[in-house]
């Protein structure tokens, strides 16, 4: 019924092989395991699924191999997980020498006779999932229910604490009541291991916590005028206070349409009251580069040095050093267990998800940390922090690091030489800046000497079309036709509200195919993942566009949600579109990164569960504020304490 069973080396030697009957060659869906499984560091769970195949693995950290078993997906094998075990054991029992005297040369010229040894393990496992017996359903009398009485079925306020505390006592607990309520079943060696580690975590909270308070003070007394976040000003004053944009007017006169005979229109907001510096923020800036993603830190001369030579450990207090410093030990040459690294672990989780990364993602990546350092050989020098730590900080990065570069200006002068427009639709709920981003997006490009047409497509939230022009025409302001040779780089195109979307993203795509412009980007109506009309909708303009990349904006300020309207557009994308493949999402601009602070665990979790790159990031309100992911400095805002 197995359709393969393969042993390889780390280094991509096959070592032996079973091929079952009817099943297809092993080679595609390993190369599948290794490409997306464990190359990108999603070995959390030991299952994989390629197409019609579910993938279960193994790895032995100590000689380099990974085991791996194919079966059709639809059957439900209960011996798999017992058979890899066996396997795995009998293999290195069986060669452990040649392994240990001979290394890795040795792997190469190896031979490796395992065929009759894996036919007994594979009978004999069979043979035991079927002998197991059948559950036999348990009498009344036996149950605990026929052991209750009516009375203790009653409950009365304040007897319930005593209920449980009987309850554990009748498992067998030593606590007493107090304790025991709190007790896990397991009461172990590891547990005190765990309450003790419990005990220093609230000291360190409470450090960190204090730390946090006063490097956000620092940071905004520092920042004087520059404030990034208004918050402190704001509590001071009491009252509901109108809020400044930073690309708006200050001049409440302006926004006062009582008297004013513009009826709310663009003209409203005129042009010489924009305010060209402010709308670009950093004057020194390069025109047209779009700069990495910096990491705003005291000690950023520490954090580099942990990103750039993270084998070494630590020894600095604070920082890393402080924060995982306190489950140090040396453990020299030893190989790692599953005890040694679970206190060390349980503390990432913790700390990944106070960072804001999903507790689920947060689980799965400690689990494949565990899973790729179980077994294996530590260093003399090293401690089981410093190698865990690291583990997973090259497993962060390696997230971070898009399987598939978008690169939007090579491709737009890709899409120039075929004379045609370069088309970028953005989707995304409502207010996560999709607006403001895609301006930002086009200030870049323009400064890069492309011109832009934006398409209005969303012809539903009032105020959408006029946000888009007052937009276009300060884009126009700051690169008038008269710099770039008459021409003017940005022109917005709308047919106002209630209008067929699909059908306005069409006819601006065929105007600027006549007309020359370089690049439409496509504005969509904020909608909300669970929306089916409307998610159907997206999905028609972007199947009837075909545009060359579909970016969702999701912004970091909300963390968890974010990742669920990603995974929730990307599957609505796929069930509502009429075409065999669906057009999914290609990439993610991930927004108000300014506001975070160093909590970045959003950018983890949205690119591990979609595997979808971060092109673009925004931070901040101006032109300028826009950013390529740097997955160091995310990493190493995220390993802060
Ligand atoms: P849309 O509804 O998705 O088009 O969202 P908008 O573009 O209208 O943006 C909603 C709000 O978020 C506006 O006040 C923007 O100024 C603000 N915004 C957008 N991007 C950023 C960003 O990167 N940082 C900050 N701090 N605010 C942003």
New binding site residues.
């Given amino acids: 019924m197995l359709d393969f069973f393969t042993i390889f080396s780390k280094g991509g030697l096959v070592l032996w092989c079973f091929q079952g009957v009817r099943g297809p060659a092993a080679t595609a869906p390993v190369n599948a395991l290794i490409r997306s499984v464990l190359l990108q560091e999603r070995g959390g769970n030991n299952s994989f699924t390629h197409e019609a195949l579910t993938l279960k693995y193994k790895l032995d950290n100590q000689f380099e191999l990974v085991f791996v078993v194919g079966f059709q997906k639809i059957l439900t094998l209960t011996y798999v997980d017992k058979l890899i075990d066996d396997v795995h054991k009998e293999f290195r029992d069986k060669y452990r020498n040649e392994f240990q005297q001979k290394g890795a040369l040795g792997l190469l010229n190896g031979t490796f006779d395992f065929k009759d040894d894996f036919m007994r393990l594979l009978r004999d496992a069979e043979e035991s999932s079927k002998v197991r017996a059948p559950t036999v359903m348990k009498t009344f009398e036996q149950s605990l229910k026929s052991q209750k009485t009516v009375k203790c079925m009653i409950e009365t306020r304040g007897e319930k604490p005593k209920e449980k505390v009987k309850n554990k006592k009748n498992k067998g607990s030593k606590k007493d009541g107090t304790e025991a309520v709190a007790a896990p079943s397991k009461a172990s060696v590891g547990d005190k291991q765990l309450s003790a580690a419990g005990e220093k975590e609230e000291l360190t909270k409470d450090e960190i916590l204090q730390k946090n308070r006063e490097e956000f003070f620092r940071r905004h007394m520092k920042a004087g005028e520059k404030s990034r976040s208004p918050k402190p000003d704001a509590q001071k004053e009491k009252g509901k206070k109108p809020r400044v ?1 930073d690309l708006g007017n200050s001049n409440a006169k302006v926004l006062d349409y009582s008297n004013s005979a513009t009826n709310g229109s663009a003209e409203a907001c005129p042009v010489e009251e924009f305010d060209p510096d402010m709308a670009l923020g950093d004057k020194n800036r390069e025109p047209g580069r779009l700069y990495d993603l910096e990491y705003e830190s005291d000690d950023e001369a520490e954090e580099e040095k942990v990103v750039q030579n993270p084998s070494k450990p630590s020894v600095k207090k604070g920082g890393l050093g402080g924060m995982f410093g306190m489950l140090k030990g040396l453990v020299g040459s030893k190989s790692l267990t599953r005890g040694d690294m679970d206190p060390v672990l349980e503390k990432m989780k913790d700390h990944l998800i106070a960072k804001n990364v999903a507790a689920e993602i947060a689980v799965q990546l400690c689990e494949s940390v565990a899973k790729k350092l179980e077994g294996k050989v530590m260093g003399t020098f090293t401690t089981v922090t410093s190698t865990v730590k690291q583990a997973l900080q090259e497993a962060l990065v390696q997230i971070l690091q898009p399987q598939r570069r978008v690169d939007v200006l090579r491709d737009v002068m890709d899409a120039q030489r075929h004379r045609r427009p370069y088309v970028i639709t953005f989707c ?1 709920v ?8 895609l301006a930002k997006i086009s200030f870049w490009l323009i400064e890069n000497g492309f011109s832009v047409l934006i398409a209005a497509c969303d012809t539903f939230r009032a105020g959408a079309v006029e ?1 888009l022009r007052t937009h276009t025409r300060r884009l126009n302001a700051l690169h008038p036709p008269e710099s770039h040779g008459g021409r003017s780089m940005v022109q917005l195109y709308e047919k106002g509200y209630g209008k067929d979307a699909a059908g306005i993203a069409m006819e601006a795509i065929s105007y600027a195919r006549n007309q020359g412009f370089d690049v439409v980007l496509v504005d969509t109506a ?1 909608r909300m993942q669970d929306n089916a009309p409307l998610m159907t909708a997206l999905a028609k303009l972007i199947a009837v566009n075909a545009p060359d990349l579909v970016l969702f ?1 999701g912004e970091a300020l909300v963390g968890n949600e974010a990742v669920d309207q990603l995974v929730k557009f990307n599957k609505a994308l796929a069930d509502h579109s009429m075409a065999q493949t669906p057009r999914l999402i290609d990439g993610i601009v991930l ?5 975070i602070d160093d909590k970045v665990g959003a950018a983890i979790s949205m690119t591990y569960i979609t595997s979808k790159p971060i092109v673009f990031v ?4 101006t032109y300028c ?1 826009l950013r390529s992911l740097n997955a160091k400095a995310v990493v190493a805002a995220l390993m802060k304490a």
């Avoid at 925004?618 to 309100?621: D, E, L, S, V």
């Fill in positions: 944009w995304g409502n207010g996560v800046g999709k607006s403001t981003n946000q904020g904006v927004t108000k990164f300014d506001t925004g931070t901040g309100q504020d």
